[in-house]
């Protein structure tokens, strides 16, 4: 079998790569046994869980609420504007906009009362 002859660069590097790996492992065996502990060990009773702060149901009623607020408003604004050839655009508005700050409203009331 022959031999190979490496350079004392060569040496060394090798030998700083054998211990940044070295140290690598140290820190994933740290970083398994954190997550172990975290997920149910002997400390805590179960996983964690992560649940999210608003039901996305009561996010959706609000979101809705705004936008037909939004297109009630103009609607208004847009029937005011041209009122003597209103017809009933201004009505229209009005309703809407009522609508979408009872969505709204509902939405927030929602949240509120679930908890979500």
């Known amino acids: 079998m022959t031999e ?66 939004l297109v009630g408003f103009v609607g208004f604004a847009i029937g005011f504007a041209n009122q003597p050839n209103a017809d009933g655009t201004i009505a229209a508005g009005v309703g809407l906009f009522c609508l979408g700050l009872g969505s709204y409203v509902v939405g927030r009331v929602g949240k509120f009362w679930f908890h979500e």
């Open 4 to 69: 190979i002859k490496v350079s004392p660069g060569v040496k060394r590097a090798f030998d700083r790569l054998k211990l940044e790996n070295a140290d690598l492992k140290r820190r994933l065996a740290a970083a398994e046994n954190e997550i172990r502990v975290l997920s149910g060990g002997p400390d805590r009773p179960g996983p964690i869980v992560t649940t999210q702060q608003t039901a996305k149901k009561w996010k959706a009623f609000s979101a809705v609420g705004v936008m037909v607020m």
